[in-house]
């Protein structure tokens, strides 16, 4: 198989591999200012039947909302003291770091809606620099909470127009051969263990729309486990995305339940690192997006991978599909 398609149970493990350990590292300054603006959006009203949430041209009723691009991070009315560090929360208002720092995208464009989500930014500073500088603004990045130089490469992706998110570190169903490093959630941990890591990791950095999970951690399939991480996020008004297959994962049900915004992989853009592999598993993340109107690819910031998805976005529009970032695929899949 050349591209990991994985649109329901058949579809393989994704393993996303969080190698070394690193000292933790907090931001301390802002942004610099983005010019002012406003795009409207649709938030999908929640559904009974979990994973059957649509939007769109069809009948499910949306909500919309004004969204002022690139808000200055971290927001005071965004942030609060926590154990470890700053953390972020909803405003006293009702408005959410989801939403208030996510890249602004117009959900009213009908056309079939890519999002590519590319993580593990920030373990090394050449193809962090690189992924920054060459892929199209609109893909969202995911920097690891193991990186040394955060402060700086977040900031510097947000300026640049990145959407960002933080790796959240899952203990792998293959550990101790595939160690995600001391500050994995671990389903053998206490609830209030894997809070105090979540809490740990959030902590990292500001301006991020979410967290992306481990595609083969076994917390995925586990809802004792999944459903007080998922609640916890959602909490602080944070998004998921599941790096794994939909159908080996209980994320797409349990995250309507608890409220949190939710996505997952479609196709895994990395099984294979050639030009040619990767290529063609973009080419079925198309097909995906043409049959049900969004689809997510993930892959590894190797790269081969940044020089491909740079190729390939350069066209996409002429053929018709939108490239949008992750937050705006929040709560619009659908799976059998």
């Known amino acids: ?21 690193g000292a933790w590292w907090f931001f301390s300054a802002e942004l610099a200012d983005r010019p002012a603006g406003s795009v409207v959006i649709d938030v999908p009203v929640r559904m009974e ?8 041209s069809d009948s499910t009723p949306v909500a919309s909302v004004v969204l002022t691009p690139w808000l200055d991070a971290p927001d005071p009315e965004l942030t609060e003291d926590g154990p470890h560090g700053p953390l972020p929360k909803i405003s006293d208002n009702g408005r959410k770091p989801w939403i208030a720092y996510a890249r602004p995208f117009d959900v009213r464009n009908d056309r079939p809606r890519v999002a590519v989500l590319v993580t593990g930014l920030g373990l090394s500073e050449a193809n962090t620099a690189k992924a920054i500088e060459r892929l199209p603004s609109a893909i969202t990045l995911a920097f690891s909470p193991y990186a040394q130089k955060a402060a700086a490469l977040t900031r510097r992706a947000r300026a640049d127009g990145h959407e960002i998110m933080l790796v959240l570190p899952m203990a792998s169903g293959q550990f101790p051969f595939r160690d995600a ?17 979540l809490g740990n990791v959030l902590s990292r950095t500001f301006g991020y729309v979410g967290v992306v999970g481990s595609g083969d951690s076994p917390i995925l399939s586990e809802e004792d486990s999944l459903r007080p991480v ?37 196709v ?27 689809a997510l690819g993930i892959g590894r910031a190797y790269p081969v991978i940044v020089d491909r998805l740079a190729a390939w976005a350069s066209g996409l529009s002429e053929r018709g599909i939108a490239l949008a970032p992750v937050s705006a695929l929040a709560d619009r899949q659908l799976f059998p």
């Not at 941990?189 to 890591?197: H, M, Q, Y």
């Not at 008004?237 to 209980?250: K, T, Y």
């Not at 990395?270 to 049900?292: G, K, N, W, Y």
């Open 1 to 21: 198989m050349i591209g990991r398609s994985v649109p329901g149970p058949a579809g393989a493990a994704f393993v996303l591999l969080l190698l070394g350990a």
């Open 49 to 56: 039947g979990g994973n059957r949430t649509r939007t769109g």
């Open 181 to 197: 490093g001391p500050a994995a959630l671990q389903a053998s941990l206490s609830t209030e263990d894997n809070g105090d890591r």
């Open 230 to 266: 998922l609640s916890a996020i959602g909490e602080r008004g944070l998004m998921f995305v599941g790096a794994g297959p939909p159908g080996e994962s209980l994320v797409k049900y349990i995250a309507p339940e608890v409220g949190t915004p939710w996505a997952v992989a479609n």
């Open 268 to 294: 895994i853009l990395d099984d294979q690192l050639s030009a040619d592999a990767i290529d063609a598993a973009l080419a079925e993340l198309e097909a995906v997006a043409r049959d049900r109107a969004v």
